[in-house]
């Protein structure tokens, strides 16, 4: 059973990653696993208790990917690095892919309360580890930045998400511009 609703969590989160949260549905999932929509209810009995659990599964996934990138680093200018770097490489991996917030938070006005409230502790969860990495390379003389540690932080995820959610327009170029001047504003 928990086997079943780890496949109906992945396949989501995978279908997440090419479509916002309010775009796809139970029908896409149980056409996907080739099973009945009932078996989805089952173990999802609502679209925001999946909502909910997707959040978690992401943000398990990111702050993994976060806890390695800081074990590889030999610095927090280097990790930094590192992260920006990590950013571009999912978010550009040959596929046009939404970013896991930004499939849920383009449509925030019709997601729940309870969506709304696990997805901003989500966001506040990476942006309180960015900002412990810029204030140690700030602290560490490996960066530059004038304001609150905190604001620097939020800035820089909504600059990335921002480019995340223009470059299917604009192009990946202008991604990875966004990327370069976010870098060199900090003086990596």
């Known amino acids: 059973m928990m086997e079943r609703k780890q496949q109906i969590l992945a396949t989501a989160a995978d279908?997440?990653?090419?479509?916002?949260?309010?775009?796809?549905?139970?029908?896409?999932?149980?056409e996907r696993l080739?099973?009945?929509?009932?078996s989805i209810h089952h173990h999802f009995p609502t679209k925001d208790e999946l909502g909910i659990e997707l959040l978690k599964f992401f943000q398990a996934r990111?702050?993994?990917?976060?806890?390695?990138?800081?074990?590889?680093?030999?610095?927090?200018?280097?990790?930094?690095?590192m992260i920006f770097s990590m950013c571009e490489k999912v978010m550009l991996d040959g596929e046009t892919k939404v970013c896991p917030s930004c499939a849920f938070e383009v449509d925030a006005k019709n997601l729940s309360p309870a969506l709304i409230?696990?997805?901003?502790?989500?966001?506040?969860?990476?942006?309180?580890?960015?900002?412990?990495?810029?204030?140690?390379?700030?602290?560490?003389?490996?960066?530059?930045?004038?304001?609150?540690?905190?604001?620097?932080a939020a800035?820089?995820?909504?600059a990335l998400q921002g480019a995340r959610i223009a470059e299917p327009i604009m192009g990946r170029e202008h991604f990875r511009g966004v990327v370069r001047q976010l870098l060199q504003s900090l003086g990596l």
């Open 15 to 30: 279908i997440l990653q090419h479509k916002s949260f309010a775009a796809f549905s139970y029908q896409d999932l149980a």
């Open 155 to 158: 800035t820089l995820v909504s």
């Open 62 to 81: 990111g702050d993994a990917l976060m806890a390695e990138t800081l074990a590889d680093a030999a610095s927090p200018g280097e990790a930094l690095r």
């Open 34 to 38: 080739g099973i009945r929509k009932a």
């Open 117 to 152: 409230e696990m997805l901003r502790q989500s966001n506040e969860s990476f942006q309180n580890q960015l900002a412990k990495l810029l204030d140690a390379a700030r602290a560490g003389g490996e960066i530059e930045f004038l304001g609150d540690v905190k604001d620097q």
